[in-house]
């Protein structure tokens, strides 16, 4: 019997990574998504297919994370075997400008979704979305016993998200578990996100269309991995027979500034000569640096990753360079890696 999944987010870079994933695998995927006045499936068109098709399906549903009745409907509707909540105001930058908007899609969204599965008495096992942004001040390297300290109101958004997810696994038996994902980046990031902002601006200038790029700290240290792997390691999460919470990372540390050096390097350009200091992108609060450890990851679930930031920065670049030419030449050009 093929199995089923609900994924909150998927027309995001993770859901639509995560969608790919389990539609090659035989599972029937129902989607969430918000109703808005514009179409937001770039990242999932291609996999799309008529609900009545026969073998792999994908099944988009209107709903949001602040609408708990039609949480619990749906889930009594569709009875999933898995849910994989990645669904969330997700720009940590953004979130200090609209932290209680923030507030309540990252952090009161997953609470819905736990006592959605609770009050309808769904059997299912439930993948939370928690991010190292909830490590914030704590000194790296970080790991599943490391004291959250969070420095932005996303941060403190994730941190509810995880110990509601905590406690309903332990007050109801719930099969619930928490990724505690570091950064992982892609050709489909969002482009306000510094990796894509970096790698976008890498192809304009190459191409004559822009002269230089505004960015905040440079400094800032993170773990970047790479978005398909890591919806590999939620995936696996699922499939253990004890629910727990895992770190996914590379355990290589980079700054902003290296990253700029390998993106522009992959173009054969050299970011100094095009990079300029912006206050307005610094947050009121710093995150100095993000390196997971996810030694737990690669015992339990037999999960490694493969492509660390210098590898990532030329995919995404080479990807935006190919989208930028489709882009001046007419052609629709479709991200696939």
Not at 18 to 41: I, P, Q
Not at 113 to 131: D, F, N
Not at 217 to 240: F, I, K, S, T
Request: proline residues 5%; hydrophobic residues 40%; negative net charge.
């Amino acid at each position: 019997m093929p199995r089923t999944a609900v994924i909150t987010g998927i027309t995001g870079q993770d859901g639509s990574y995560l969608a790919e994933l389990l539609l090659d695998k035989g599972y029937t995927v129902h989607g969430l998504m918000r109703r808005s006045s514009s179409f937001n499936t770039e990242r999932i068109d291609h996999i799309y297919q008529d609900p009545h098709t026969p073998g792999r399906r994908l099944v988009l549903h209107h709903a949001d994370l602040s609408d708990g009745v039609a949480l619990v409907n749906l889930l009594r509707d569709v009875r999933p075997d898995e849910v994989y909540n990645l669904g969330a105001q997700s720009h940590v930058r953004v979130s200090f400008d609209a932290p209680l908007y923030t507030g309540d899609v990252t952090g009161l969204g997953a609470l819905r979704l736990l006592e959605a599965i609770r009050a309808g008495g769904v059997e299912t096992r439930l993948y939370q979305a928690s991010s190292s942004e909830m490590f914030g001040s704590t000194p790296p390297p970080q790991n599943e016993t490391t004291p959250f300290h969070p420095r932005s109101p996303y941060g403190c958004a994730k941190v509810m998200a995880y110990w509601a997810t905590v406690n309903y696994r332990e007050a109801y038996g719930i099969h619930a578990v928490n990724g505690i994902l570091f950064n992982h980046e892609s050709p489909r990031r969002g482009e306000t996100f510094v990796t894509r902002k970096i790698t976008r601006a890498v192809a304009r200038i190459r191409a004559g269309l822009q002269e230089h790029l505004y960015l905040g700290n440079l400094d800032a240290v993170r773990d970047w991995g790479y978005a398909p792997e890591y919806v590999e390691a939620m995936w696996r999460m699922l499939q253990r027979d004890e629910p727990d919470d895992y770190v996914v990372a590379t355990g290589v540390a980079a700054t902003v500034r290296d990253f700029l050096t390998a993106a522009f390097g992959a173009a054969g350009l050299d970011w100094e000569r095009h990079v300029r200091f912006d206050p307005k992108y610094e947050r009121p609060t710093e995150v100095d640096a993000l390196i997971g450890d996810a030694s737990k990851a690669r015992k339990l679930l037999d999960w490694a990753p493969k492509v660390h930031y210098g590898e990532l920065a030329r995919i995404m670049v080479e990807a935006d360079v190919a989208q930028l030419e489709a882009e001046l030449s007419g052609r629709r050009v479709r991200v696939d890696r």
